[in-house]
């Protein structure tokens, strides 16, 4: 067969003639395929002609095909009085993944077998691992042994045998699907439900018979009567279980989410960010320290309800503790001999420690009628949980008022720091006050 000019239409022509529905020739159709692949990958014209390289593959192919003419393929498979069995191989390769079924018939020790049916694909064009192409090879072979069995359903086969040389692929079908990805999974579950009752098992790559048909080679004698084991009965054959092996690709990685909560530290803190009600926190503190005043001085134990000097100095006590940690830095400074060096975040406010240790707002108010605790209030930042409930506290005393009206109240006692933002960012988050303060809707018209 000679062409002058080889172009596009004339090897799909020629590819037409190749009619082979039991696939013994597929080594040869594979090599035709793989080749229409790689020429509608080039993009070229319908009319351009070919390359020279590619001119020269299609001449070594059509020269491969004047041959096939010489083949003899004997179709009588003589089984009567004999043990009949079915043996599937399947193999990949980069460009290509196959299957082929053999007839094994044996009578007494002597055993033979020949090629039944077979199938061949191109690789597909999106580039796949050698382990997921021969999954896809050893899902050809599932649907191809039962396509054998469906043609002849009122045949009895002694035993069905499905072998591979990937070791992979045998641990993909031993492994529960859910633990598999998808791609893998969905394969896995098909080629399960096709060869339930049949056995897997590994076979050597060098008497893998599915091999010549990936490669594209059909003149082996392993192709057409199997490998050479198969001339004896199955105890003998060269197949085996493989161990699975420690690492199984696509699988699917378990990712676990821990909430690792670092070491426990006993933060001064805790006590107060229990609470969610100034009242409550005082209340709590107030038997707290009337526990440990009547557990260290039983001789003048208190009893009865709490008293109003006992809640103010549980408020201080919180007080206390939250200066002792969130100004910390600062109480150090003001502490030491260079005690007229004034921290910077504070510079503007004239801080200073008085006699009982607490951290109070300087200024110019010393001559003033007002209350002590007015001229210099306790100072206290903004992010921290007492600031918060003193503003929740006096909001609500003052039935809901506004931040300018909560702001001057709590700062006759306590000075926040940026305590316009926090007091509004408290009213907002105020459940009554967002009620009566939502934007009316308009409603919409007919």
């Given at each position: 067969?000679?062409?002058?000019?080889?172009?596009?239409?004339?090897?799909?022509?020629?590819?037409?003639?190749?009619?082979?529905?039991?696939?013994?020739?597929?080594?040869?159709?594979?090599?035709?395929?793989?080749?229409?692949?790689?020429?509608?990958?080039?993009?070229?014209?319908?009319?351009?002609?070919?390359?020279?390289?590619?001119?020269?593959?299609?001449?070594?192919?059509?020269?491969?095909?004047?041959?096939?003419?010489?083949?003899?393929?004997?179709?009588?498979?003589?089984?009567?009085?004999?043990?009949?069995?079915?043996?599937?191989?399947?193999?990949?390769?980069?460009?290509?993944?196959?299957?082929?079924?053999?007839?094994?018939?044996?009578?007494?020790?002597?055993?033979?077998?020949?090629?039944?049916?077979?199938?061949?694909?191109?690789?597909?064009?999106?580039?796949?691992?050698?382990?997921?192409?021969?999954?896809?090879?050893?899902?050809?072979?599932?649907?191809?042994?039962?396509?054998?069995?469906?043609?002849?359903?009122?045949?009895?086969?002694?035993?069905?045998?499905?072998?591979?040389?990937?070791?992979?692929?045998?641990?993909?079908?031993?492994?529960?699907?859910?633990?598999?990805?998808?791609?893998?999974?969905?394969?896995?579950?098909?080629?399960?439900?096709?060869?339930?009752?049949?056995?897997?098992?590994?076979?050597?790559?060098?008497?893998?018979?599915?091999?010549?048909?990936?490669?594209?080679?059909?003149?082996?004698?392993i192709w057409w009567h199997g490998p050479s084991f198969m001339s004896r009965s199955p105890e003998h054959w060269n197949i085996s279980i493989?161990?699975?092996?420690?690492?199984?690709?696509?699988?699917?990685?378990?990712?676990?989410?821990?909430?690792?909560?670092?070491?426990?530290?006993?933060?001064?803190?805790?006590?107060?960010?229990?609470?969610?009600?100034?009242?409550?926190?005082?209340?709590?503190?107030?038997?707290?320290?009337?526990?440990?005043?009547?557990?260290?001085?039983?001789?003048?134990?208190?009893?009865?309800?709490?008293?109003?000097?006992?809640?103010?100095?549980?408020?201080?006590?919180?007080?206390?503790?939250?200066?002792?940690?969130?100004?910390?830095?600062?109480?150090?400074?003001?502490?030491?001999?260079?005690?007229?060096?004034?921290?910077?975040?504070?510079?503007?406010?004239?801080?200073?420690?008085?006699?009982?240790?607490?951290?109070?707002?300087?200024?110019?108010?010393?001559?003033?009628?007002?209350?002590?605790?007015?001229?210099?209030?306790?100072?206290?930042?903004?992010?921290?949980?007492?600031?918060?409930?003193?503003?929740?506290?006096?909001?609500?005393?003052?039935?809901?008022?506004?931040?300018?009206?909560?702001?001057?109240?709590?700062?006759?006692?306590?000075?926040?720091?940026?305590?316009?933002?926090?007091?509004?960012?408290?009213?907002?988050?105020?459940?009554?006050?967002?009620?009566?303060?939502?934007?009316?809707?308009?409603?919409?018209?007919?």
């Amino acid at each position: 067969i000679t062409f002058a000019v080889f172009i596009k239409p004339v090897t799909a022509y020629r590819k037409r003639y190749s009619y082979d529905p039991l696939g013994l020739l597929c080594g040869v159709i594979c090599r035709a395929k793989q080749f229409i692949q790689s020429l509608w990958l080039l993009r070229s014209d319908w009319d351009e002609p070919l390359p020279e390289p590619i001119q020269s593959n299609w001449k070594d192919f059509l020269h491969v095909m004047s041959s096939l003419p010489k083949f003899r393929i004997p179709r009588c498979f003589n089984v009567d009085e004999a043990v009949l069995r079915l043996v599937c191989f399947s193999d990949a390769s980069t460009s290509a993944y196959a299957a082929c079924v053999y007839l094994h018939v044996q009578r007494g020790e002597f055993a033979e077998a020949h090629l039944v049916k077979a199938k061949s694909r191109v690789a597909p064009l999106k580039t796949l691992s050698i382990p997921r192409l021969e999954l896809l090879g050893s899902l050809l072979a599932s649907q191809l042994i039962n396509s054998v069995l469906h043609a002849n359903p009122g045949r009895a086969y002694s035993s069905i045998h499905m072998l591979t040389d990937s070791t992979i692929v045998l641990a993909w079908l031993k492994t529960p699907p859910h633990l598999l990805n998808t791609f893998v999974a969905n394969r896995v579950v098909t080629i399960l439900d096709l060869t339930k009752n049949y056995q897997w098992a590994h076979v050597p790559s060098e008497f893998n018979a599915a091999d010549c048909a990936s490669r594209g080679c059909i003149d082996d004698q392993i192709w057409w009567h199997g490998p050479s084991f198969m001339s004896r009965s199955p105890e003998h054959w060269n197949i085996s279980i493989p161990m699975e092996p420690d690492e199984i690709p696509e699988r699917k990685v378990t990712t676990l989410v821990v909430q690792a909560n670092p070491a426990a530290t006993d933060s001064p803190l805790d006590i107060i960010e229990r609470f969610s009600s100034l009242s409550r926190l005082q209340r709590i503190v107030a038997n707290i320290r009337r526990f440990a005043h009547n557990a260290s001085c039983k001789s003048a134990r208190k009893i009865g309800p709490l008293s109003v000097s006992e809640l103010s100095d549980a408020l201080l006590c919180c007080v206390r503790i939250t200066q002792a940690v969130e100004f910390s830095e600062e109480i150090k400074q003001l502490q030491s001999t260079n005690s007229n060096k004034v921290p910077l975040r504070l510079s503007k406010l004239s801080p200073y420690i008085d006699e009982k240790g607490f951290l109070r707002v300087g200024g110019r108010l010393r001559h003033s009628l007002l209350p002590s605790e007015s001229k210099y209030p306790l100072l206290l930042p903004k992010k921290c949980h007492l600031s918060s409930l003193i503003c929740d506290y006096y909001h609500k005393q003052l039935l809901h008022a506004g931040p300018r009206q909560t702001m001057s109240f709590i700062q006759r006692k306590f000075w926040i720091l940026a305590a316009h933002s926090l007091i509004r960012q408290r009213i907002y988050m105020c459940r009554p006050c967002f009620r009566l303060t939502a934007a009316p809707r308009q409603p919409i018209m007919a």
